[in-house]
């Protein structure tokens, strides 16, 4: 059995992550010794690893938790899982493209800057006025 500190460590989690995984249910309330401490095995560090896994190929709470449900039902298909897979896929494309947008602004900008004085920066100019931009690269933060 492990204590919270040595699950946290095993899988590169911070004690309190492990402690909101438990209070919105993604991780089962732990048994805990006659002293009250929390105590995990072997299907709780397999657990929190796949959690930690996903979260670092930027999957987000619902579709952990879409996930490990369906993981508890081994009977059914992967389809579902796949679709799960797809969206993320087709999230982080977004981002990436996003990113690329901003990289391709912020190269412009820095390229049309031939100032020596901040009241002729272009940069400050284009950052003043967002119709200055090329791309509309507005969208969620990063």
């Given amino acids: 059995m492990l204590s919270i500190g040595t699950l946290a460590k095993r899988t590169g989690t911070k004690v309190q992550t492990v402690r909101y995984y438990e209070q919105i249910g993604l991780m089962p309330e732990p048994g805990r010794t006659d ?29 952990i938790r879409e996930l490990l449900d369906l993981s508890d039902s081994p009977e059914k298909s992967c389809a579902q899982i796949d679709a799960v897979a797809q969206r993320q896929l087709k999230a982080v494309e977004a981002r990436i493209a996003r990113l690329q947008s901003l990289k391709a602004e912020l190269q412009r900008m820095i390229s049309e800057c031939h100032s020596d004085r901040v009241a002729d920066c ?19 933060d990063l």
């Fill in 35 to 63: 002293g009250g401490q929390r105590r995990y095995g072997a299907a709780e560090l397999d657990r929190l690893a796949f959690i930690r896994h996903s979260r670092d190929l930027g999957f987000p709470l619902d579709a």
């Fill in 122 to 140: 272009r940069i400050l100019e284009v950052l003043r006025d967002h119709e200055e931009c090329l791309s509309d690269h507005k969208g969620p």
